[in-house]
């Protein structure tokens, strides 16, 4: 439950001087005056008169007698069994579900007092309550259905003492799971130290909370914070659902009365279950299951709200909000094409073959024999691969791989006429392949390329994923090229162009070809095949016109091989020209922001994105500080993606305050700001936010879109919102699209827990 509880302020009061106590139907008499005054007044803000109850007077009357004994205003009773205003009710009564209370205190009076005395008496201290804006809030308060009150005079400083109690009654939701909520003890003053300067993280746990295929999933981005959080093995999260039929209209909403729950407990997960179910692919972070939705409440819109269990009890409660978010997409980066003067061919090399030839572990004939169909073409040459895993030992390695290569080439032989056909044959361990695997297993950072150390780690961690890598390091093929002829309107006629330059080495051809493809659209690079890797992709000289075609049609190509591109060529990019530079630190930018768009980025993507420091001294001709280069911006916009996969904050800040510049000093228009704002939320900058949008509230210049980001953002920014404020963002938001703001607030039907927010949808979308 959430219980409302003001400050006071001591108001004084002068009263007749009398002499006696005041009497048991005295005090009844000024509490029927007293209630008249109030609920007059509750009347005319259009709210429900208070009725009385004699369990909230019993709470009143005992902190009357013991404030008036201390002669002091308090509304915390010290070393009693009763300290809290929730404790003196529910010591008679456990189905109020808010409780508030205002106190006073009057000058020296005397008594008996009569009937216009009592009246008078009534009336001051109505308006000193109403003077009081903590006071006055209680007393117009949608939260308070119920008020009663207990006076005690106190005979020494002749002053009464008065207390009011609010309470209003909760609901028993059918359907619990457990009669004494599992356990969970209501929170108590330690839970303040048990959160420590924790609590912003706990309301992010909440907006981190969603159900999927009838599961509440908790996706947290930060594990070692929680590991922070949940200290003991009684530390934990619990569920609580909330239906939509519990925040009706027309009556009021219907919150379990229990200190735990206010919809249905789900049974409370702790510490070492937690985490030791998480699910999350990226080691940094957390999903875990807290929870299945019961029967008796499938196909009901259910919204979860999380409690917080410190040292067995709960310490915090948070209400989710959906709150909009979007990054920015990449500005876009024309290319640089290379275009040399060269006339296209009509023949030449212009088919290219792959025979694939499978060998098990320490053997050196093929599982099977590949099938070879040329269909009579003319062979120009042969490139022979041969290879050996390299979990053997080099000595064992070099017979095997060389055996391999002799029987594929008198295979061929067998099976062509291959007299005078030149035959390069490349038999070797397969460490290149083994390198690029320690890369994406992230392993490249540790052991390097010390062959013997990678021998000694892949014969100790022998799992599935190495037998697999093993198997295709033994993969050998042929690779068969042939010669024919074919016209300019050959569908083929580029392709036929590019491989036969690259057969022949002629690379002004190659840059030829490769810039018509791009120009025409005919963007094939047939990236599966070997040919690739080995003729193209390997020459500095064709890099950047081969970076402009990947990019011209990024989603057309094989990840891994753009991976394997990037990667090979940033590593030594002195070897390149300054255009081709260019055209790969875009490819860059784009493929790992690709690699890292999943909040949950596997360990195989992440380990596929070059670390950001080691590109950054490439960017260092785009940083100029007059004009920003698109190119930089992009560069942050992947780097702070890259860094908030492993929460590394500093980077994740500097990133961030370079995009927020940079998009700040370029905004005109209200959607800028808005596109600006949705950036703060995708980072969870709720305030920045808020104060962004307020500025053009505060003056009138809002358009729709900025009006419901902005409602739906106000309420996170802090607990202590203001709710005149909200309610005429919500105002504003209803001018622009009113079936729009139902529709949200029916969705995200929590908002309705504010009083304000309820009446106005109640008023506004039943109509």
Same mark, same amino acid.
Do not use: M, W
């Given at each position: 439950m959430k219980f409302k509880f003001f400050l006071f302020i001591i108001l004084a009061i002068s009263f007749q001087k009398l002499d006696a106590q005041i009497s048991i139907a005295d005090e009844e008499?000024?509490?029927?005056?007293?209630?008249?005054?109030?609920?007059?007044?509750?009347?005319?803000?259009?709210?429900?008169?208070?009725?009385?109850?004699?369990?909230?007077?019993?709470?009143?009357?005992?902190? %009357?007698?013991?404030?008036?004994?201390? =002669?002091? &205003?308090?509304?915390?009773? !010290? @070393? #009693?069994? /009763?300290?809290?205003?929730?404790?003196?009710?529910?010591?008679?009564?456990? %189905?109020?579900?808010?409780?508030?209370? =205002?106190? &006073?205190?009057?000058?020296? !009076? @005397? #008594?008996? /007092?009569?009937?216009?005395?009592?009246?008078?008496?009534?009336f001051d201290m109505f308006r000193s309550w109403k003077n009081s804006p903590g006071h006055y809030a209680n007393l117009i308060s949608d939260s308070f259905t119920y008020g009663d009150f207990g006076f005690t005079y106190n005979a020494k400083s002749k002053r009464v003492f008065a207390v009011q109690v609010f309470g209003k009654k909760g609901h028993v939701i059918d359907g619990q799971l457990s009669k004494n909520a599992f356990g969970i003890q209501p929170r108590d003053v330690s839970c303040h130290y048990l959160i420590g300067n924790k609590g912003n993280i706990v309301v992010n746990m909440g907006n981190a909370i969603s159900i999927v295929d009838d599961e509440v999933i908790l996706s947290h981005h930060n594990l070692e914070t929680m590991h922070e959080i949940f200290?003991?093995?009684?530390?934990?999260?619990?569920?609580?659902?909330?239906?939509?039929?519990?925040?009706?209209?027309?009556?009021?909403?219907?919150?379990?009365?229990?200190?735990?729950?206010?919809?249905?407990?789900?049974?409370?997960?702790?510490?070492?279950?937690?985490?030791?179910?998480?699910?999350?692919?990226?080691?940094?972070?957390?999903?875990?299951?807290?929870?299945?939705?019961?029967?008796?409440?499938?196909?009901?819109?259910?919204?979860?709200?999380?409690?917080?269990?410190?040292?067995?009890?709960?310490?915090?409660?948070?209400?989710?909000?959906?709150?909009?978010?979007?990054?920015?997409?990449?500005?876009?980066?024309?290319?640089?094409?290379?275009?040399?003067?060269?006339?296209?061919?009509?023949?030449?090399?212009?088919?290219?073959?792959?025979?694939?030839?499978?060998?098990?572990?320490?053997?050196?004939?093929?599982?099977?024999?590949?099938e070879i169909q040329l269909e009579g073409r003319k062979v120009h040459s042969i490139d022979i691969k041969s290879f050996t895993s390299v979990d053997g030992n080099s000595a064992t390695n070099n017979v095997l791989h060389s055996k391999r290569a002799s029987y594929i080439r008198d295979f061929l032989n067998k099976n062509l006429e291959l007299s005078e056909i030149p035959i390069t044959i490349n038999a070797k361990e397969n460490w290149d392949l083994c390198f690029y695997h320690l890369e994406l297993l992230g392993l490249d950072r540790t052991l390097g390329r010390n062959k013997e150390a990678i021998r000694a780690y892949i014969l100790n961690n022998l799992d599935d994923k190495w037998e697999e890598s093993l198997s295709l390091q033994r993969q050998s093929k042929a690779i068969i090229y042939t010669i024919g002829s074919w016209s300019e309107a050959d569908n083929l006629h580029l392709n036929n162009n590019l491989t036969n330059a690259l057969l022949n080495k002629n690379y002004d051809l190659a840059n030829q070809a490769l810039a018509e493809m791009y120009f025409s659209g005919k963007d094939d690079l047939f990236l599966n095949e070997e040919f690739i890797r080995d003729k193209l992709f390997d020459k500095p000289e064709l890099v950047q016109n081969v970076a402009a075609l990947l990019l011209k049609n990024i989603s057309y190509y094989a990840t891994d091989n753009i991976v394997f591109f990037v990667r090979n060529w940033l590593s030594k990019p002195d070897l390149l020209s300054e255009e081709a530079q260019k055209n790969l630190l875009n490819l860059y930018t784009i493929t790992s922001r690709e690699l890292l768009r999943k909040w949950d980025s596997s360990v195989e993507d992440f380990s596929k994105v070059l670390h950001p420091e080691k590109v950054e001294p490439l960017f260092e001709n785009y940083k100029n500080k007059d004009k920003v280069s698109p190119l930089f911006l992009n560069f942050h916009m992947s780097s702070i993606e890259y860094f908030g996969q492993i929460n590394f904050s500093p980077k994740i800040n500097e990133s961030f305050e370079f995009i927020t510049n940079y998009f700040k000093s370029a905004a005109k228009s209200v959607k800028d700001d808005t596109d600006l704002s949705l950036f703060f939320n995708s980072w969870s900058m709720y305030t920045m936010t808020v104060d962004r949008l307020m500025e053009r509230f505060d003056i009138g210049k809002m358009d729709e879109n900025s009006a419901f980001v902005l409602a739906k953002t106000f309420v996170a920014k802090t607990k202590d919102y203001d709710p005149e404020i909200l309610l005429n963002i919500h105002k504003l938001s209803i001018s622009f699209n009113k079936d729009r703001w139902c529709k949200w607030i029916n969705k995200d039907f929590q908002n309705l827990r504010d009083d304000g927010v309820k009446n106005l949808f109640c008023k506004t979308c039943n109509n």
């Open positions: 008499k000024l509490a029927i005056f007293l209630l008249e005054h109030i609920n007059k007044l509750r009347i005319e803000k259009g709210k429900q008169a208070l009725k009385r109850h004699e369990d909230l007077a019993k709470a009143a009357k005992i902190h %009357s007698t013991y404030i008036s004994k201390r =002669n002091k &205003l308090t509304h915390i009773q !010290i @070393k #009693t069994a /009763l300290p809290q205003p929730k404790d003196r009710v529910e010591k008679f009564n456990t %189905s109020f579900a808010n409780i508030g209370e =205002n106190i &006073l205190y009057s000058k020296t !009076i @005397k #008594t008996p /007092l009569s009937s216009t005395g009592l009246k008078r008496l009534a200290e003991s093995v009684k530390d934990g999260l619990a569920i609580d659902l909330v239906a939509r039929d519990q925040l009706q209209c027309g009556e009021e909403n219907r919150l379990d009365v229990s200190n735990i729950y206010e919809g249905t407990l789900l049974e409370p997960k702790y510490r070492d279950d937690i985490f030791g179910s998480n699910t999350a692919q990226n080691p940094k972070r957390l999903i875990v299951s807290l929870g299945k939705i019961p029967e008796h409440l499938k196909n009901k819109d259910l919204s979860p709200n999380l409690i917080l269990i410190k040292d067995g009890k709960k310490c915090s409660y948070a209400v989710p909000s959906n709150i909009p978010s979007r990054r920015y997409d990449l500005r876009p980066v024309d290319p640089e094409i290379l275009i040399p003067d060269e006339t296209l061919k009509t023949e030449g090399v212009h088919g290219i073959y792959e025979v694939s030839f499978d060998f098990k572990t320490g053997k050196t004939i093929p599982i099977i024999n590949p």
